[in-house]
Structures are given as C-alpha cells and as structure tokens.
C-alpha cells in the first residue's frame, strides 16, 4: 500500500498537485456537467484551443497567461455571438470558424518566437507538478464562484439544458442564461489551464461528465460522480505519472477516459443482464 501513499506523503510537489487537480476536477465536474447536457462540447474544445493565441502573446509581451486567456475568451464568445446574430450561418459554424482561426494564429504567434518551446509545452499540457501556492489560491477561488454560479442558476441551466422554449416560458431569457453557461465553462477552460494545460482541460470537462450522465438521472447525482471521477482520475494519474515517469496531466487524462469507458461497459452490462432474462420468454 506504500506505493499509493508514499509519493504524496513525501512530496511537497505531489501534494500541491493534487490539490490544484481536486479544484481542477470540481470545477469541470459542475462546467462539464452543462457541456454534457447542453451539447456545447464543441464550443468547448473551441474555448480550450481558442485561447491559445491570447495566451501566447499574454507570456511574449511578459502578462500573466491568465489575462491572455481570459482575453482569448472574450474573443471567441463575442465573435460567435456577432456572427451568429448577424449572418444565417449556425453557430456550429461560427465556432468552427473561430476555433480554427484562433488556433491557427496561435501557432503563427508561436512560430515568431525561437524561445517560445517551454512556454508552449506550459500551455498545452500545463505545470501540474509545478503548481505554486498563489495559483492554487486562484484556482480555489474560481471554483468557488463557478459552484455557486452554478448552485444560483441552477433552475434557468436545467429548463435551458432541456427545452430552451420552457426556460423562456417560466421566465428566464434563454440567451443570457446561454450566455452566463458559456462564461462558467470559459472561467473553467481560463483558470484551469495554468494546471492541465488548454489540451487536456477539455478532457477533464468532457470524460468524468460523460461517465457520470451514465450513471444518474439527477443532475446534482452527476455532477458528485463527475467530481468523484475526476478526483479518481487526478490521484491514480499522478501516481502514474510517479512511478513510471511520465507526463502527469496525459496520465491524468488517460485514466479519465479509461474510466469513462469500464463505466460505460459495465452500464452496458448491467442493461444487457437485467433485459435478458425476458427475452424470448413464452406467454
């Protein structure tokens, strides 16, 4: 049993990056539950790689990464918003555009600088073990205005996830409810990525959600499976990553979407027993 314990009980950078990933995995248990229900999966990957430019420039011109990706947001939200509002063209292929847009200049930016090669590696797969304590703090508190963003919109998010028309009929406008839903999922992608990085993040809204929506119908009983899965994912992939020496958040990421599917097996086990029994039974 030491080899589940020891490494976090004797390293200082083991317990700090477990901690951060607890935050990390509570926060995309809540976004990413809402990512699942509401289909903005795609809009989600957008956010997590539309960033990128913003993030980039932010840690050329010497400005925290977080300003540059809160930035980076912004931009792809109000584009999506303008073009979708403005032309007959969907918003699937606004965020089309813009995800391919944003992530194109990233690289251009990327590709100006001969130094940038550590930086980039930051950015797309973050720092886990590297995690200080102001970022912790910031991780902290962003989780907690995105639980209760979540707790105080509870109602208008889940007539929106189902019937929009509904949400509009009890008397929430369904665009502003849409929109405040898009910024709980950006301040997830923003604050999170100085963690997993902007290519894993999107992992940690999409695997332990989707693992969780097999399991409950309630969507207070999913986001508890979806913070424990995640949680699941951050211990066992740091311990991983430990002892066999290799990159914590893929490792993270990895047992994630292992999860995901032993649940999702077992879901299609459990469904096949309890059905069998009466097929072709005789009246």
């Not at 894993?200 to 693992?211: E, K, T, Y």
């Amino acid at each position: 049993m030491d080899w589940l314990i020891t490494p976090f009980s004797t390293n200082e950078f083991m317990r700090q990056a477990l901690l951060a990933g607890i935050l990390v995995s509570i926060a995309g248990a809540v976004a990413g539950t809402f990512v699942i229900l509401r289909g903005l999966a795609f809009i989600g990957d957008a956010l997590a790689h539309g960033v990128l430019p913003g993030i980039a420039l932010a840690f050329l011109l010497g400005f925290p990464g977080v300003l540059g990706a809160a930035i980076g947001a912004a931009f792809m939200i109000g584009g999506i918003t303008v073009i979708t509002r403005r032309s007959r063209l969907s918003s699937d292929t606004a965020i089309g555009l813009l995800f391919i847009g944003m992530l194109s200049l990233g690289v251009v930016i990327v590709s100006r600088s001969s130094s940038f090669s550590g930086d980039l590696t930051r950015i797309l797969f973050g720092e886990l073990l590297g995690i200080s304590t102001p970022a912790i703090i910031v991780q902290l508190a962003a989780t907690v205005v995105i639980v209760a963003v979540a707790v105080i919109c509870a109602r208008p998010f889940l007539l929106l996830s189902f019937d929009p028309e509904q949400a509009q009929v009890a008397g929430f406008s369904a665009r502003l409810y849409h929109n405040i839903m898009l910024l709980m999922i950006a301040a997830t992608v923003i604050v999170s990525f100085q963690t997993v990085g902007t290519l894993l993040v999107f992992g940690l809204l999409i695997a332990p959600a989707g693992a969780g929506a097999l399991l409950a119908r309630q969507i207070k009983v999913m986001m508890t499976w979806a913070t424990a899965f995640g949680v699941l994912s951050m211990y066992f992939g740091l311990l991983i990553s430990y002892h066999f020496n290799l990159a914590a958040g893929a490792s993270i990421i990895l047992v994630a979407v292992a999860i995901f599917f032993i649940v999702f097996i077992l879901r299609n086990i459990r469904n096949r027993s309890v059905v069998r029994p009466g097929v072709g039974a005789r009246d």
